[in-house]
């Protein structure tokens, strides 16, 4: 039998952050797990190191499932970003050792392929609506069938979603105090809907619209975005109101019928239970790397298989390549997929991550690598050291601090 005979923590940052885990085997595998939560990226890589990592060596990288209940189970603190996180990378590294040792890709050790490609949505954004539906176009010359739009609402200094300059992400990340964006939900609320209007009428109804509210709503504020919205038909509008608070989704539902998206901060199955068992959402948004991997999101999808709900996985640029390329594996096999998201990662992430996905025609494969199919380059990894940063924080006009 195989054992696991080391297990590191591999922190570097080629264009932004990323928490590698990397496990070696006694038979000579590599398996590979992203463990980056944006903005607290040590918090993880100290979990893994200092209290995962020491409980792995020895074991037998055959015994995900166990191992997944051994760490989960063990800590007998449960749920939470970090340490659903960390597990994510132990469990993914897992999967990875062993579609190695099987010679298959993951998506066909989880039944295999149940469509045959993934469809995911870009993000186009602007200042302005003119600069948005520019970029929109650049998105369907790609062939992308869905795209989030996100566009600077008038009046206010910085919006989410927006980049404030050529070049730059749109979540500016800064090394010594957070950056502050600014909000008024009226403002928002009067301006979203001509930016639907103004797509519409430009591309027509042939493709897939979604929108990011960013858990900046009221539940009767969503529920009138929500009805305003409507006449666009956009494919879900995500977060509308701070994701925590499941019972808040009752509201939103009872008044329209705009598809409703939430979850990519949410780390468990229990986070969504009642969001999920009440039919209250219609796409779940949680990640392999923020909800503990592979063996864990399959369970959770099961559980929305049951009530009609459909997969919608987070994939920021803040996932590493590990992160996605793991998403596209469960993606492609599960039943009741939705749509994932694709924001893709900036060089220099190539030179670290050699993946092997592919995109075509708005839809992406994994590829058939045996195990994850993404090669971990540590010797480059090295060459880019981790940069504190932290995400953006958002006030009020009057200087509330406000949902970013
Ligand atoms: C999305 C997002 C993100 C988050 C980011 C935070 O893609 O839907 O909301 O971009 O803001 O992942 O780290
Ligand atoms: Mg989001």
């Not at 085997?25 to 918090?43: I, K």
């Not at 959402?281 to 864990?296: C, E, M, N, Q």
């Not at 590990?322 to 039943?335: M, N, T």
Request: glycine share 10%.
């Amino acid at each position: 039998m195989a054992r696991i005979t080391d297990a590191r923590v591999v922190v570097s940052s080629p264009g932004r952050n990323y928490v590698t885990l990397v496990v070696e085997t006694s038979d000579g595998l590599v398996g590979v797990g992203d463990a980056t939560l944006n903005g607290r990226e040590l918090a993880v890589a100290s979990y893994l190191r200092d209290h995962l990592c020491p409980l792995l060596t020895g074991r037998d990288p055959a015994r995900i499932e166990d191992t997944w209940q051994y760490l989960y189970k063990g800590a007998y603190w449960r749920r939470g970003p970090v340490t659903m996180t960390a597990i994510a990378a132990v469990d993914v590294a897992l999967w990875d050792i062993k579609g190695k040792v099987a010679g298959l890709p993951v998506y066909q050790l989880l039944g295999g392929a149940a469509r045959d490609g993934v469809m995911v949505y870009g993000h186009a954004d602007g200042r302005d609506v003119p600069e948005l539906l520019d970029r929109f176009a650049e998105y369907l010359d790609q062939g992308y069938k869905a795209v989030r739009i996100q566009a600077a609402v008038p009046g206010l200094a910085k919006t989410y979603g927006v980049a404030p300059r050529d070049g730059l992400m749109y979540e500016p990340a800064n090394s010594n105090l957070p950056d502050e964006g600014s909000w008024e939900s009226s403002a928002y609320l009067d301006f979203a809907p001509s930016v639907f209007e103004a797509v519409r009428d430009r591309f027509g109804f042939g493709v897939h619209l979604l929108h990011d509210v960013h858990h900046r709503l009221t539940p009767i504020e969503a529920a009138r975005l929500g009805k305003d919205l409507e006449p666009f038909r956009p494919f879900w509008i995500e977060d509308a109101t701070p994701a925590e608070d499941q019972s808040a989704f009752r509201t939103i539902r009872a008044h329209t019928t705009t598809p409703l998206a939430v979850g990519e901060v949410l780390n468990s199955i229990w986070d969504v239970q009642t969001l999920i068992t009440e039919r209250l959402i219609d796409y779940v948004r949680t990640s392999v790397s923020h909800t503990g991997g592979i063996s864990h999101l399959r369970k959770l999808y099961s559980l929305a298989e049951l009530y009609g709900v459909r997969s919608g996985a987070h994939g920021a640029g803040d996932l590493s390549p590990i992160a996605h390329a793991a998403a596209l594996h469960l993606d492609l096999a599960i039943p009741n997929f939705g749509i994932q998201e694709y924001m893709g990662h900036r060089d220099p992430a190539g030179e670290v991550f050699r993946t092997s996905y592919t995109f075509d025609d708005g839809h992406m494969h994994p590829a058939d690598l045996p195990g994850i199919g993404v090669e971990f380059d540590e010797a480059a990894a090295g060459r880019f050291p981790y940069e504190p940063r932290y995400l953006p924080v958002n006030r009020r006009l009057d200087g509330t601090v406000h949902d970013w």
